[in-house]
């Protein structure tokens, strides 16, 4: 496969919808202008509902759902939500300050 144009070129759109790799393109103020089928198979939000937004806003969301499940699969105990979240409970504090789950 060549991409220099002569044959069997193929267009940067089919590279990035193509890959198992999921990729995020920002403008320069963060919002959203582009994201591949992957995201949605690690976010499961739908691209059209990203196209827009901005990264940080979405990225606070997944972060808190994050949160959340984490703390439900250990019934609630934050020593051992901040250790499978690879975090120290300071750490963990702050985010669930954040997001406001304390």
Known sequence: MLL????NSITLDEILDNTNNALIAVDPQGRIIY???AVF???EIPVR???GQSLE???ARVEKEA???ALDAANGNKV???KTLGLSRAGLYK???KHDLH
């Open 49 to 51: 509902d990203l196209v």
């Open 57 to 59: 806003t979405i990225l």
């Open 95 to 97: 985010k669930l300050k």
């Open 80 to 82: 051992q939500t901040a």
């Open 67 to 69: 949160l959340i499940y």
């Open 35 to 37: 994201a591949n089928d």
């Open 41 to 43: 198979n690690i976010l």
């Open 4 to 7: 220099d144009g002569r044959t």
